[in-house]
C-alpha cells in the first residue's frame, strides 16, 4: 500500500471550478451509473476533481484492473487525469487501491482526513466512515481491514480467491438493494474535533448516503451524494456533484457539469 499521501493541499489563483464526489459504488451490476460516471470524467469542465471514497464497489487489488470492467474504469480515470488533475481518497469499500493503480491512472492518492485549500478558504475532506463510531461491528471491521499487515495478507492472496470474496460480498449486497437501509452519522463531536485541528469550520463528505448541507453551531458540513442510476424507478434515482466556485458550493447533475 502506499506510504505516501497528499494531505493539505493549495490550490492556484487559476482554479475556477473544484468538484467532489464519492459513493459511486461502480460495478457490472450498475451499466447505467458506469456510463454516467465515465461521461462525468470524461467531460467535467472543473480544473480539479476529488474522489472522497467508495468509487468502486469491491476493489480487491490494484492486479485486478487489467479486468475488462476495471480496465475500462481506469481508462477512464487515466484519461480524465491527463487533463485535469484527480485526487483519491479511499472509502470503506476501495481501501486496496495501491500505488500501482495510481501510477497506471495518473491519479493522486488523498489522506483521511486532508485539508484543501481554494478562493481564500480552507475545507475539510474525509470519506466519513472514520466518523460513524456509532456503528460499532463496522468500527471494528475498519480497524481491521486498514491494518497494514491484514491488507498485506489479503493481497497476498490468489486474485481468484479474492474476487470470490468480492463476489460474496457483492451478493449480499444486491440482495440488500430495495430494501431501506439506514447508515450511522457522524459523530459531532469528532468532527468537530477534526474541524479545529485543521483550523477550518467545513467539511465535505460521503459514505452515509445523507446527501444535503446542514449549518449547526458554527460548522458546515457538505454531504456527498451517492449514485445511482440502476433502479427501476425514476424517482429512487440519484446523482449529483458538488461543486465549489468562488461562489460558493452548489450541487448539479453530472452531465451539467
Not at 486496496?96 to 475539510?124: M, N
Not at 492472496?157 to 460474496?168: D, H, N, V
Not at 469550520?201 to 446542514?214: F, L
Request: hydrophobic share 45%; proline share 5%.
Amino acid at each position: 500500500m502506499p506510504s505516501t499521501f497528499d494531505s493539505a493541499l493549495e490550490l492556484g489563483g487559476d482554479i475556477r471550478a473544484v468538484d467532489f464526489i464519492s459513493d459511486i459504488h461502480l460495478s457490472e451490476t450498475m451499466p447505467a451509473t458506469a456510463d454516467a460516471w465515465e461521461a462525468y470524467m470524461a467531460r467535467t469542465r472543473a480544473d480539479a476533481v476529488f474522489l472522497l471514497g467508495d468509487i468502486f464497489e469491491v476493489w480487491v487489488g490494484d492486479d485486478a484492473r487489467t479486468r475488462p470492467f476495471e480496465a475500462r474504469c481506469t481508462a477512464a480515470l487515466a484519461a480524465a487525469a491527463a487533463r485535469v488533475p484527480v485526487w483519491l481518497q479511499h472509502g470503506n469499500r476501495d481501501f486496496l487501491i495501491g500505488p500501482e493503480f495510481a501510477a497506471a491512472t495518473g491519479i493522486r492518492l488523498l489522506a483521511d482526513p486532508a485539508s484543501v485549500t481554494a478562493f481564500g478558504k480552507t475545507v475539510l475532506l474525509t470519506h466519513g466512515d472514520e466518523l460513524c463510531v456509532d456503528d460499532v461491528p463496522y468500527q471494528v471491521f475498519r480497524q481491521q481491514v486498514r491494518n497494514p499487515a491484514y491488507q498485506q495478507q489479503l493481497l497476498s492472496q490468489p486474485l481468484e480467491a479474492r474476487l470470490a470474496l468480492a463476489a460474496k460480498m457483492r451478493a449480499a449486497s444486491m440482495a440488500r438493494h430495495d430494501e431501506p437501509v439506514t447508515y450511522a452519522d457522524v459523530d459531532e463531536t469528532m468532527a468537530k474535533a477534526w474541524l479545529a485541528r485543521l483550523g477550518t469550520d467545513t467539511m465535505i463528505h460521503g459514505h452515509t448516503h445523507r446527501p444535503g448541507t446542514q449549518v449547526r453551531d458554527g460548522w458546515t458540513r457538505h454531504v456527498l451524494t451517492d449514485w445511482d442510476l440502476d433502479r427501476p424507478q425514476p424517482e429512487a434515482r440519484r446523482a449529483q456533484v458538488l461543486r465549489w466556485t468562488a461562489a460558493g458550493f452548489e450541487r448539479i447533475a453530472p452531465d451539467q457539469a
